[in-house]
């Protein structure tokens, strides 16, 4: 796997980090696994497969409706983000 540039620079996570191997749980069928360690995952996969499909089709998905999906995984990978650091600091 990559390592992460954030981590071993700086020694704090990076807002994906984890999400290698919770791909790699997922490809697995260990869905609980992947979740816990990178929860938005799934959402961020919907994403890259609509983003794919705007580019084949831009009918089927509008450039709108992308942004918004756009957004709302950028909320939850940075709740996720957050989340993390706050109970990384308490621990």
């Known amino acids: ?7 071993s620079f700086f020694n704090i996570d990076c807002p994906i980090c984890g999400f290698q191997r919770s791909l790699i749980f ?15 995952l799934v959402p961020a996969c919907i994403l890259i497969v609509l983003f794919l499909i705007h580019l084949l089709n831009r009918q089927l998905v509008s450039r709108k409706k992308l942004n918004y999906f756009s957004a709302i995984v950028l909320v939850i990978i940075s709740v996720n983000y957050i989340t993390k650091m706050v109970f990384l600091k308490s621990v």
Do not use: R, W
């Open 1 to 7: 796997m990559f390592p992460c540039a954030s981590k």
């Open 26 to 40: 997922l490809l697995q069928g260990d869905f609980k696994k992947s979740f816990l360690m990178y929860p938005p």
